[in-house]
């Protein structure tokens, strides 16, 4: 039997899915953790990078932070963190919010930027607050920014997140792990099937956000998301 059959026979086998600590196991720790890495990626990146944006200032503070972050190599900030602060699964999502952030801080700083300073100076002619603008017109108009920002980041964590096997933090990568640690004449199979399930997770994401993207960006707004995605893909390459 090759190594594509044995990938196949592992997936087709209902006991590795039901099983504890099966597939359905794993993909839900997956999940678990790339949502909580992301969401507080959300918390911290978004409110800095539109009250910067808001403001004008802060242009290189948002470069510096995203160069940081993104000069940090990901098996190293997640073996350093577990062997820090312990191991388990508040470690590792804390690491992956941090690869979470350059994306959503880059995006949402642009997006909120690249309002029309005319279209800034009639809202203001209007009688608009500082609150109001934001509100009202700069982040409406970012909407394009902060999805792909959302989406880019969201797809880097889920794929990032099956190095989490590593230090035992869980996921779909245990399955590789696992399968590394019977060996790949043994479980070559194994090994071949977690890569394919952590590639299909990542398409899946992928494909429902950029769904959303489209859905929650008007259509006179989406020449701008669709120059929002390549600045979002450029930013996550850096």
């Known amino acids: 039997m090759n190594l594509v059959q044995s990938a196949i026979q592992y997936l087709n086998d209902p006991l590795n899915w039901t099983n504890p600590g099966g597939i359905l196991d794993r993909l839900g720790e997956h999940l678990v953790i790339s949502a909580s890495a992301v969401a507080i990626g959300l918390v911290v990146a978004w409110p800095l990078g539109i009250w910067l944006a808001h403001s004008g200032r802060g242009g290189g503070v948002i470069v510096l932070l995203s160069d940081l972050t993104l000069a940090i190599p990901t098996i190293a900030l997640l073996t350093i963190l577990p062997l820090t602060l312990g191991f388990g699964k ?114 899946l994401v992928e494909g429902i956000l950029a769904l959303l993207e489209r859905l929650v960006t008007p259509a006179p707004l989406r020449p701008a998301r669709r120059r929002a995605d390549r600045e979002a893909v450029a930013t996550g390459a850096a």
């Open 90 to 203: 508040p470690p590792i999502i804390i690491a992956l919010a941090v690869f979470a952030i350059p994306p959503l801080l880059a995006n949402a700083y642009t997006g909120v930027r690249q309002v029309d300073a005319e279209t800034r100076d009639a809202a203001k002619g209007m009688g608009l607050s500082g609150w109001q603008l934001l509100r009202r017109v700069e982040l409406p108009l970012a909407v394009p920014y902060l999805a792909a920002g959302f989406r880019t980041a969201s797809v880097q964590v889920v794929a990032t997140t099956a190095l989490a096997s590593y230090v035992n933090g869980g996921g779909l990568g245990q399955i590789i792990a696992e399968g590394f640690g019977l060996g790949t004449a043994v479980a070559g199979g194994q090994i071949l099937a977690g890569g394919v399930l952590v590639a299909l997770l990542a398409l």
